[in-house]
T-cell receptor, first 109, second 115 residues
């Protein structure tokens, strides 16, 4: 089983759509969880941390279910600028981050 | 806003040559990392570094790799004898070491091409 597994995508959605990404992780000892976005040939940039209580940042909502080892990201009212690859990231005890393969999102006019 | 910087942006080398990739982490950060991303593949953890020693390394980080903090600002990754399969984007990252939910900030990367 892969350490971090994401929906393979790609997701092609119209502007204004709501889109949800799912992620599962295999190591139950994982300590912290993040969503990063990566634009083509650029570095990963932090989108948001993910907490068990769920957290929201504007149009973005992240959820974590430790019992199911499942992480999600919801994007509401998607914009053209949301087009990117979304990376699910799980951090171990020694800050050795493990990345999912990413899900590519294209938002079309 | 402080940021991680990396040099060079692109390095081309011949197979078997040594390369040194350089990074300047964010100034008050205590933890430093190297990751690589082969074209079209996922980002892979190589090594983490704290207090002048390696704290964790992956199975990829074998004897041909080494890291160093030669002074108070730079953090380097050395690949001793490059192979074709070392061609990748190498990202440096740093974090401030706050426990629980520690966030890593990435540099823009060095694209290494081994011919």
């Amino acid at each position: 089983r892969k350490e971090v597994e994401q929906d393979p995508g790609p997701f092609n959605v119209p502007e204004g759509a709501t889109v949800a990404f799912n992620c599962t992780y295999s190591n139950s000892a994982s300590q912290s969880f993040f969503w990063y976005r990566q634009d083509c040939r650029k570095e990963p940039k932090l989108l948001m941390s993910v907490y068990s209580s769920g957290n929201e940042d504007g149009r973005f909502t992240a959820q974590l279910n430790r019992a199911s080892q499942y992480i999600s990201l919801l994007i509401r009212d998607s914009k053209l600028s949301d087009s990117a690859t979304y990376l699910c990231v799980v951090n171990g005890l020694l800050n050795d981050m493990r990345f999912g393969a990413g899900t590519r999102l294209t938002v079309k006019p | 806003e402080p940021e991680v910087t990396q040099t060079p942006s692109h390095q081309v080398t011949q197979m078997g040559q040594e390369v040194i990739l350089r990074c300047v982490p964010i100034s008050n950060h205590l933890y430093f990392y190297w990751y690589r991303q082969i074209l079209g593949q996922k980002v892979e953890f190589l090594v983490s570094f704290y207090n002048n020693e390696i704290s964790e390394k992956s199975e990829i980080f074998d004897d041909q790799f080494s890291v160093e903090r030669p002074d108070g600002s730079n953090f380097t990754l050395k690949i001793r004898s490059t192979k074709l399969e070392d061609s990748a984007m190498y990202f440096c990252a740093s974090s401030d070491g706050v426990a629980g939910g520690d966030t890593q900030y990435f540099g823009p990367g060095t694209r290494l091409t081994v011919l």
